[in-house]
Nanobody, 121 residues
């Protein structure tokens, strides 16, 4: 089993910045694709960004040029640097990963509990 713990959420003014972290723990052989999703009030969960083990990133159009996703494989941690924040970025942000827990095992998907990001305008 893999546990994902998010941190770094909070309240920030429009135009400000926040840095989210997600640390994976538990029985882990290898973490593969990792990323962040978000869910705003009254809306469905949407993809924010993903990153491969090799560092290749993919961003939603709404955050391109403002958000930067990175990872530290040695620490089993992924980071989301959020700049030029807007009120529309207000949401609960969820960490997600695909992981192999045993050497001959398959890949499974895991979710964190979520962290609140609120942007005031």
């Amino acid at each position: 089993q893999v546990q994902l713990v998010e941190s770094g959420g909070g309240l920030v003014q429009a135009g400000g910045s926040l840095r989210l972290s997600c640390a994976a723990s538990g029985t882990i052989f290898r973490l593969d694709l990792m990323g962040w999703y978000r869910q705003a009030p009254g809306k469905q969960r949407e993809l924010v960004a993903t990153i491969t083990r090799q560092g290749s990133t993919n961003y939603a159009d709404s955050v391109k040029g403002r958000f930067t996703l990175s990872r530290d494989n040695a620490k089993n941690t992924v980071y989301l640097q959020m700049n030029s924040l807007k009120s529309e970025d207000t949401a609960v942000y969820y960490c997600n990963c695909n992981a192999i827990t045993t050497r001959p095992g398959g890949s499974y998907n895991y979710w964190g509990q979520g962290t609140q990001v609120t942007v005031s305008e």
